[in-house]
C-alpha cells in the first residue's frame, strides 16, 4: 500500500487521556483476518468521522483521502463499488468520436503478436479483475503459461487463507482469478520488489523508481529462464505506463522495454474520470455490449487513451458500460466465462448481514464469492463454478447467524 493513513486517536480511560496511533489498513486488515469484513469497514468509517471532528475546524490540514482509500478497498471486498470518489479532470476526449468493440476479442487478436502483455487494475474495482478472469483461458490457448500477478508477494505465495493472503488477494475475484489461472495450469509469478529502502526526503523519487525497476528485472527474470515464455502481467494503475509522466523517473513497463527490449502490449483500465466513457458507451449507435467491457477507439477505428493521458502512456484503453443491477448484483459480479447464474434465497433477517460463500472445506479462505443483503432484496444472483460449497449468513460484528452447505449444478 503506497499510502498509510495513522491516527492518533485520545482515548479516555479512568478519567486521563492516552494518545494511541492507528494504521487504518492494518486495522481493518486485522479484523478481515478474523472474517470480520463489516466490522473493517465500519471501524474505518468511524476513525475518519473521529478525524473529520478533529480537523474540520482547520480545513488547511484536512484530507480523508488515506480514509477513504481504506474504506474503498475494504468495500470493494464484499462487492460494494467504492464510496468515495476522488475527482478526475474533465474528459477532453468527449468531444470527439469514439467508436467502441467488445474487449476480449480484440485483446486476443493483438495478444497472438505479442509475447508478454499488461493489464491494469484500479484496486478499488474488482470489475477489472472479471476482465483478466474472462481472458485466463484464451490467454492459455494461444500459448502464454505465465500469470504475474501484483497481488503476489514472495512471503505469502499463492496461499489463499485469510490470515496469510497477501491483501488484494482478499477480494474473492482476485481469489478466483488465482484459482482460475492454477486449474489452467498457469504457472503464477510474484513479482513485487523485495527493497527495502527507507524513504529519503533529499530523493523522494528513489523509493518508487527501485520498485519499479525491480519489479521490471523480476519480470525480465521469466525471460531469463525460459526465452520462449509468454507472460500475462495483472498489475495496478500506473506500473503499466510506458512513458514517464514527469521527469521524477520511469514505471515498471518501461523499465520492462528498456531492460528485456521487448515492446509489451499495455491495457489501462483505470481512468481518472469513472464517467469518461460510460455514456458514450450507453449511447453508441447500434452497440449493446450487456455490460461487457469495450475498447475504446477513435473515429479511425485506432486505440484512443483517456483525458489524463498521452499517446504512448499504453496502448489500448478498456472501458465498462454503465452498472447496473442485476438480481441484486452489479451486473458485473455475474459476467464470469463459462459460468451460468444460480440465484440465492435470503431471509429477512438476514438485511444488513454479509453472505459469504466458501469451497466446501475451506471456510478459512478467501471467500468465492460475498455480498451484503439490502432491504427489499431477497433474491441474489451469484456467478460461481459447479460444485459443492458452505454459504453463510455473517452479521457486522462477524457472528455466523447460520450456515448451510450449497450445491451448485
Not at 484500479?122 to 501484483?150: S, W
Not at 525480465?220 to 514517464?244: F, N, R
Request: with cysteine; charged share 25%.
Amino acid at each position: 500500500m503506497k499510502k498509510t493513513a495513522l491516527l492518533t486517536l485520545l482515548i479516555f480511560f479512568g478519567g486521563k487521556i492516552f494518545c494511541q496511533t492507528v494504521n487504518v489498513y492494518n486495522l481493518g486488515l486485522n479484523y478481515i483476518k478474523q472474517n470480520q469484513y463489516l466490522k473493517a469497514i465500519d471501524t474505518v468509517k468511524a476513525l475518519r468521522k473521529l478525524y473529520y471532528d478533529a480537523h474540520r475546524s482547520n480545513p488547511g490540514n484536512l484530507s480523508t483521502y488515506s480514509y477513504d482509500q481504506a474504506i474503498n478497498l475494504f468495500s470493494s471486498f464484499v462487492g460494494e463499488d467504492y464510496p468515495y470518489k476522488f475527482e478526475g479532470k474533465d474528459s477532453i476526449v468527449r468531444n470527439h468520436k469514439l467508436n467502441f468493440t467488445p474487449a476480449i476479442p480484440y485483446i486476443i487478436e493483438l495478444a497472438k503478436k505479442h509475447k508478454v502483455v499488461m493489464i491494469n487494475e484500479n484496486h478499488y474495482i474488482p470489475k477489472h479483475r472479471i476482465l483478466t478472469y474472462n481472458l485466463l483461458q484464451e490467454f492459455y490457448d494461444v500459448g502464454y503459461r505465465y500469470l504475474a500477478l501484483e497481488a503476489l508477494i514472495p512471503e505469502t505465495n499463492i496461499i489463499l487463507k485469510r490470515d496469510k493472503a497477501a491483501v488484494y488477494a482478499n477480494e474473492p475475484n482476485m481469489g478466483n482469478l488465482i484459482r482460475e489461472a492454477q486449474r489452467l495450469g498457469f504457472h503464477l509469478v510474484s513479482y513485487e520488489s523485495e527493497d527495502t529502502t527507507p524513504d529519503n526526503p533529499n530523493f523522494p523519487a528513489h523509493r518508487r523508481n527501485m520498485r519499479e525497476l525491480l519489479e521490471a528485472r523480476n519480470l525480465y527474470q521469466i525471460l531469463v529462464k525460459d526465452p520462449e515464455a509468454k507472460i500475462l502481467v495483472h498489475a495496478g494503475v500506473s506500473h503499466i505506463w510506458e512513458q514517464a509522466t514527469t521527469s521524477k523517473g520511469m514505471y515498471m513497463a518501461e523499465y520492462f522495454k528498456v531492460i528485456s527490449g521487448i515492446d509489451p502490449l499495455t491495457i489501462n483500465q483505470s481512468v481518472l474520470d469513472d464517467d469518461e466513457f460510460t455514456s458514450r458507451i450507453g449511447s453508441s449507435a447500434g452497440s449493446d455490449f450487456n455490460g461487457a467491457p469495450v475498447v475504446v477507439l477513435d473515429s479511425l477505428n485506432v486505440p484512443t487513451v483517456s483525458a489524463e493521458a498521452r499517446k504512448g502512456d499504453y496502448d489500448i484503453t478498456v472501458a465498462w458500460p454503465k452498472v447496473r443491477m442485476k438480481l441484486g448484483r452489479n451486473d458485473y459480479m455475474l459476467q464470469k466465462a463459462g459460468i451460468k447464474i444460480s440465484q440465492i434465497l435470503v431471509k429477512n433477517s438476514d438485511v444488513g448481514n454479509l453472505i459469504q460463500i466458501f469451497e466446501e472445506d475451506d471456510l478459512d479462505g478467501i471467500p468465492v464469492d460475498q455480498f451484503i443483503v439490502k432491504k427489499g432484496i431477497r433474491n441474489y444472483g451469484v456467478a460461481i463454478a459447479h460444485g459443492r460449497y458452505q454459504i453463510q449468513s455473517v452479521s457486522d460484528t462477524g457472528h455466523v447467524q447460520w450456515r448451510k452447505p450449497l450445491k451448485i449444478d
